[in-house]
T-cell receptor
Framework: GAGVSQTPSNKVTEKGKYVELRCDPISGHTALYWYRQSLGQGPEFLIYFQGTGAADDSGLPNDRFFAVRPEGSVSTLKIQRTERGDSAVYLC?????????????FGPGTRLTVT | KNQVEQSPQSLIILEGKNCTLQCNYTVSPFSNLRWYKQDTGRGPVSLTIMTFSENTKSNGRYTATLDADTKQSSLHITASQLSDSASYICVVRGWMDSSYKLIFGSGTRLLVRP
């Protein structure tokens, strides 16, 4: 079956612009995670959804970052007033339950470059 | 300070050779430890998951060990293949910022040469 997909695969934007990154999880997976990965580093947790609600958003760096999952499936990560420091690969993962005890399946990521 | 430290940062070995990657963690409390393989431009893929009560777990040519007392883990790769070239990331599920989270190390970049 299809894995986790993310679009776009690459996004270049100018400083100060607004961007949206999309994640399509594996069908039936109730848990969805967003991570940010800088070059040469491991992924860093941003936010976790269980169904439609954000169960843990403690990793969002500031109020310019926001994520939604209105129907409990597709999720969108939204970044306002982008800064050059936001440049990174944004990874999405999904699992059948809370990720600590269930396998997390990662998408290929969206590479965001802020110029 | 990163709560999950990996060594070496990078490693080059010849095809067919074995290698061992190290992971030390300070995360507490801790519930499980995973090793992921991440190919360039791809998302991480799980290799093994171990709870604190497990000492070793194998997945084909990959064998992970865990010493929960010393908070150390290793990933041993046997008879390396060119396709093993990737980043290997140690991930600990532990308590951080008022909830359990997966805490990732920075990874070891392995290059297998023919």
């Amino acid at each position: 079956g299809a894995g986790v997909s993310q679009t776009p695969s690459n996004k270049v934007t100018e400083k100060g612009k607004y961007v949206e990154l999309r994640c399509d999880p594996i069908s039936g997976h109730t848990a969805l995670y967003w991570y940010r990965q800088s070059l040469g580093q491991g992924p860093e947790f941003l936010i976790y959804f269980q169904g439609t609600g954000a169960a843990d958003d403690s990793g969002l760096p500031n109020d310019r970052f926001f994520a939604v999952r209105p129907e409990g499936s597709v999720s969108t990560l939204k970044i306002q007033r982008t800064e050059r420091g936001d440049s990174a690969v944004y990874l999405c993962a999904s699992s059948t339950g809370e990720g600590g005890f269930y396998e997390q399946y990662f998408g290929p990521g969206t590479r965001l470059t802020v110029t | 300070k990163n709560q999950v430290e990996q060594s070496p940062q990078s490693l080059i070995i010849l095809e067919g050779k074995n290698c061992t990657l190290q992971c030390n963690y300070t995360v507490s409390p801790f519930s499980n430890l995973r090793w992921y393989k991440q190919d360039t431009g791809r998302g991480p893929v799980s290799l093994t998951i171990m709870t604190f009560s497990e000492n070793t777990k194998s997945n084909g040519r990959y064998t992970a060990t865990l010493d929960a007392d010393t908070k150390q883990s290793s990933l041993h790769i046997t008879a390396s293949q060119l396709s093993d070239s990737a980043s290997y990331i140690c991930v600990v599920r532990g308590w951080m910022d008022s909830s359990y989270k997966l805490i990732f190390g920075s990874g070891t970049r392995l290059l297998v040469r023919p």
